[in-house]
């Protein structure tokens, strides 16, 4: 079952957009603070890449709280530190491991597994391959070539340092992958 709000139509002035979006094979059309069914009416919750766009997730943790039943399972994933996208849906750039942490403890979960995806240098990575475009966009600039070439020569060492340097996803990361039981 997919629950949304189907306000978002993929455009905007402002950060990444995608261009277009289906809402049309949507289940649920509702304020994700307040879905219209019934308390502990499933069994498992998976909400991914959500968070970062509610003005009050922990609002929709409770919610997700009141919907699962005891015993069930909760998947949450969002991103740790993210550019403005989707907006004007966008409302934080991320969570860590620590807000998982409190708010779910809160609400009486035990915390079963959480995954880091990414570390600091892939982070950097990506954020350097995007200066082409965010030159162009935001400074207008069209790169030259030796500027070119000098974006390019950094990305090789931070690939050999994201080899050796993964413990660095505790610092910067792409999300955090959630898993944790109602009690």
Known sequence: MAQD?????????????????????????SDITSIPRPDGSFDAIMCTEVLEH???????????????????????????????????FHFASGFNKYFYAYHLEKFGYELLDQQLNGNYFE??????RRIKRMAAQY??????????????????????LSRKG??????????????????
């Open 54 to 88: 509610l003005p009050d997730p922990v609002a929709a943790l409770s919610e997700l709280n009141r919907l699962l039943k005891p015993g069930g399972y909760l998947l949450l994933t969002a991103p740790f530190a993210s550019l403005t996208h989707f907006a004007p």
């Open 166 to 183: 993964n413990s660095s996803n505790e610092m910067l990361c792409y999300g955090i992958h959630t898993f944790a039981k109602k009690m």
């Open 123 to 128: 982070y950097v990575a990506q954020e350097v």
């Open 5 to 29: 709000f189907g306000q978002y139509a993929g455009t905007g002035e402002v950060g990444l957009q995608t261009g277009s979006w289906d809402n049309s094979k949507l289940d649920i059309v």
């Open 139 to 160: 400074a207008g600039i069209k790169l030259n070539l030796f500027d070119k070439i000098i974006i390019h020569s950094v990305l090789p060492l931070l690939q050999r």
